[in-house]
């Protein structure tokens, strides 16, 4: 099993900064199949970035994935205050497993 | 508009089961695999059983392996997941998931509201 290690556990962010999140994965995943997910408070989580890179519809061009093998990236290039939320990793090769998530919050 | 509706769940005691229901609404169903998903109360995701678009690969995680199995209707647009022995660890919110393509192995493009499952005697 692919073990998935969000850092940092809480990032502390004013509007209008950029946030970057790291998700590192235990072995390598295959085919870059790495999706970035946002969950508020009391809602189900949407989906952001799909094949590490390709933004879901809908999604603002301000989101944005990155990376390879066993390291990615989600930069928010400027944060909006709908942004605050946790923000989870997730690899889709069996068996899919999600990090444990990294919490924006406002400063 | 696309939708997916949860029922089933509650409460119930330890040792007994559970069939939680997914009705799926604006989108082709039998054009996609799905997926279930949970979510213990302040904690995070997990993964729990997947299926594809003709049930033919199901997958599930270790921890429901054994217990738990996943089905699907084509001609009802319904996802379903019959939870035997369940255990105070099953306490969830269980989300039905619908993945990006006909494989399982996709990410999860649309999501319910879910329907929570609390075991407890």
């Known amino acids: ?13 004013s509007p209008g900064e950029r946030a970057t999140l790291s998700c590192r994965a235990s072995q390598s995943v295959t085919s870059s199949y790495l999706a970035w997910y946002q969950q508020k408070p009391g809602q189900a989580p949407r989906l952001l970035i799909y094949g590490a890179s390709s933004r879901a519809t809908g999604i603002p061009d301000r989101f944005s994935g990155s990376g390879s093998g066993t390291d990615f990236t989600l930069t928010i290039s400027r944060l909006e205050p709908e942004d605050f939320a946790v923000y989870y990793c ?10 444990q998530g ?4 406002i400063k | ?33 799905m997926h279930w998903v949970r979510q213990a109360p302040g904690k995070g995701l997990e993964w729990v059983s997947g299926i594809s678009w003709n049930s033919g690969s199901i997958h599930y995680a ?16 319904s996802l379903y997941l019959q939870m035997n022995s369940l255990r105070a660890e099953d306490t969830a ?29």
Do not use: H
Request: charged share 20%; net charge neutral; aromatic share 12%.
């Open chain 2, 93 to 121: 919110l269980y989300y039905c998931v619908k993945a990006r393509a006909y494989s399982v192995y996709d990410a999860f493009d649309i999501w319910g509201q879910g329907t929570m499952v609390t075991v407890s005697s």
């Open chain 2, 62 to 77: 270790d921890s429901v392996k054994g217990r738990f199995t996943i089905s699907r209707d084509n001609a009802k647009n």
């Open chain 1, 1 to 13: 099993e692919i073990v998935l290690t969000q850092s940092p556990g809480t990032l502390s962010l």
């Open chain 1, 90 to 99: 997730q690899q889709y090769g069996s068996p899919w497993t999600f990090g």
């Open chain 1, 102 to 105: 990294t919490k924006v919050e």
């Open chain 2, 1 to 33: 508009e696309v939708q997916l509706v949860e029922s089933g769940g509650g409460l119930v005691q330890p040792g007994r089961s559970l069939r939680l229901s997914c009705a799926a609404s604006g989108f082709t169903f039998d054009d996609y695999a």
